[in-house]
């Protein structure tokens, strides 16, 4: 006879199968023991630079139960952003994929809040929360310890079945469910991220000083760019794709099937002129509901201008 868990724990993972999620693993809510001392490490290194927030909220970063009270349930989600389309010129400063479309964080809290809906439909009282990057939950230990991949040595969750080009989301819940297992770590000997980082970033595998790596130099770092990564950004303005493109198990990623994800056709068309010249009327235009405005306009004419002055 199948029992209550494992009827909702079913139809937790078709639902969201069928709202698009690529996978769907669940865990069980307690707090993150191997966790604690690498992420203390990490941030008595400064690794986090002026990421302030990583260290706020120690407690909660750890512990489901302390963010979410009577929480018994992690369920992960990961979500396809990878897309075979380019930038047309290739002197074109170049931005990440993932905000190539419409910002993930709407797209993809909307999908949350339905299958939060729909869990409440069709089970009763759950009381939870739902999460996409904004809130202090370590979403790549939760996915590796629901199966959904493991931490590559460039730090990024990889699939076997579908690479690393995908968002991670959660819903902390206080309802009791089947909890998947752990995955193997299959990176092996390869070291093509540490070897590609363009300013060495992955100190070592399975380490990454944050303060170097690109995406936190054109987004989270507010100040100046420091005049020694002169030379070193490989022409990124926002983002950067480098460690997950060489990752060989990316060449089992496949195009995103998501709507809001395809990517504006004046964005991919734009001469690295046109992002030179930009005004800020062009940027709010072009990028009105895109990741790309964290960074702001200044934001954006500064990391332009110090990857092509």
């Known amino acids: ?36 001392p690498k992420l203390e490490q990490w941030l008595n290194q400064n690794h986090h630079g002026e990421m302030n927030y990583m260290s706020n ?5 750890l512990n489901p139960k302390i963010l979410v009270p009577g929480s018994k349930s992690v369920i992960s989600l990961l979500l396809n952003y990878h ?10 400063p170049k931005i990440s994929k993932y905000a190539f479309g419409k910002d993930y964080h709407f797209v993809i809290k909307e999908k949350l809040k339905i299958l939060m809906s729909y869990i409440q439909k069709e089970i009763g009282q759950v009381g939870g929360r739902v999460f996409v990057d904004s ?77 170097k790596c690109i995406s936190y130099l054109t987004i989270e770092l507010k100040d100046r760019i420091p005049s020694e990564f002169k030379g070193k950004m490989d022409n990124w303005a926002f983002g950067c794709d480098v460690c997950q493109t060489v990752c060989p198990w990316n060449r089992f990623a496949t195009p995103n099937e998501e709507d809001a994800f395809k990517p504006n056709d004046e964005l991919l068309k734009m001469t690295k002129r046109e ?3 930009m005004t800020e009327d062009i940027f709010e235009s072009i990028f009105e509901n895109s990741s790309v405005k964290r960074t702001k306009y200044l934001g954006m004419k500064r990391n332009i201008k110090f990857i092509t002055k």
């Open 57 to 61: 909220h120690f407690d909660k970063r």
């Open 83 to 92: 897309t075979d389309q380019i930038q047309i010129d290739p002197q074109a």
């Open 135 to 211: 809130a202090p939950v370590m979403d790549k230990a939760w996915a590796k310890k629901s199966g959904l991949g493991w931490i590559g040595k460039n730090t990024n969750l990889i699939s076997k079945k579908a690479g690393s080009f995908f968002f991670i989301a959660e819903l902390i819940i206080d309802l009791e469910l089947e909890y998947d297992n752990p995955t193997t770590d299959h990176c092996g000997s390869c070291t093509a991220c540490i070897d590609a980082c363009p300013t060495e970033a992955l100190i070592e595998p399975y380490q990454i000083d944050g303060s």
């Open 1 to 36: 006879m199948t029992s209550q868990k494992t009827k909702y724990t079913k139809l937790i993972k078709t639902q969201a199968k069928a709202l698009g999620f690529h996978s769907c693993g669940i865990s069980k809510a307690e707090f993150l023991e191997n966790e604690a």
């Open 275 to 277: 992002w030179e010249e």
